[in-house]
């Protein structure tokens, strides 16, 4: 749910599928996701904020034509 720079994201269904060298990036993705609590976009990118407004996770567009 996003308002206004507020953002929360519901339940998140994930695979029980053994993946081990996608563990290390899994995990801290999950965790930025349920840690966040705003957004902020610069330009082209999208970062995901704490609660006390730091960052924790960044997110680039990208052209892919």
Sequence with gaps: T?????VHFG???QT?????VSANI???YMKAL??????DVQGE???LL???GRRIARFRAVNQT
Aim: one cysteine or more.
């Design 16 to 20: 029980l599928m053994a993946c081990p």
């Design 34 to 39: 349920d840690d966040a609590h705003q957004v």
């Design 45 to 47: 990118e999208l970062y």
């Design 2 to 6: 996003l308002t206004g720079r507020s």
């Design 50 to 52: 704490n609660e006390a």
């Design 26 to 28: 899994e995990m801290p």
């Design 11 to 13: 339940p998140i269904i």
